[in-house]
T-cell receptor, first 116, second 111 residues
């Protein structure tokens, strides 16, 4: 099973709402990622968790709050978003170790977020 | 992160080979060359990776120049399902666990 599952697939939220995106993998991977992708643009890295600890935050605004409750789950909590935050949010995972092995990153299909 | 340069778009015909080029003149000795592709309305998927030698797998082949400053992803017999954006990415596995995407090449396959 090489699947990364993201829910919900589509989310519409108002600028004052609080919502969460969820991501799950059962491949025993210890690194998990959030990417943001705008239309016709490449994915942009937001956060990396390694062994359930936040290891990379690419200067993401605090209205995006990641959480890794355990090694299989990754959440992205959303609060006070702006319309320009509307995008496809991609979750991904990898083994977390990989010198010389390539350490393939597996992506979910994404959650389409619209902020109104 | 070292930068890669790819053509914005390419077009090919079904059942013909496709050669997707990538330039990475500032590649370091510890950078692996990775290729991912993103089909419409899907997340990116791994295609292939290599360090110095040419590589083959069931999806594609990767040809790496001797000086490692460029590489070519080869799809031996393109199908309509291969229409996607192809990303060439350098990844230093001695550093952070990052995958940083460039602009990629949008490949169109004509029936």
């Amino acid at each position: 099973d090489t699947e990364v599952t993201q829910t919900p697939k589509h989310l519409v939220m108002g600028m004052t709402n609080k919502k969460s995106l969820k991501c799950e993998q059962h491949m025993g991977h210890r690194a998990m990622y959030w990417y943001k992708q705008k239309a016709k643009k490449p994915p942009e890295l937001m956060f990396v968790y390694s062994y359930e600890k936040l290891s990379i935050n690419e200067s993401v605004p605090s209205r995006f709050s990641p959480e890794c409750p355990n090694s299989s789950l990754l959440n992205l909590h959303l609060h006070a978003l702006q319309p320009e935050d509307s995008a496809l949010y991609l979750c991904a995972s990898s083994q977390g170790r990989g010198r010389g092995t390539g350490n393939t990153i597996y992506f979910g299909e994404g959650s389409w977020l619209t902020v109104v | 992160d070292a930068k890669t340069t790819q053509p914005n778009s390419m077009e090919s015909n079904e059942e013909e080979p496709v050669h997707l080029p990538c330039n990475h003149s500032t590649i370091s000795g510890t950078d692996y060359i990775h290729w991912y592709r993103q089909l419409p309305s899907q997340g990116p998927e791994y295609v292939i990776h290599g360090l110095t030698s040419n590589v083959n797998n069931r999806m594609a082949s990767l040809a790496i120049a001797e000086d490692r400053k460029s590489s070519t992803l080869i799809l031996h017999r393109a199908t309509l399902r291969d229409a996607a954006v192809y990303y060439c990415i350098l990844r230093d596995l001695q550093g952070a666990q990052k995958l940083v995407f460039g602009q990629g090449t949008r490949l169109t396959i004509n029936p």
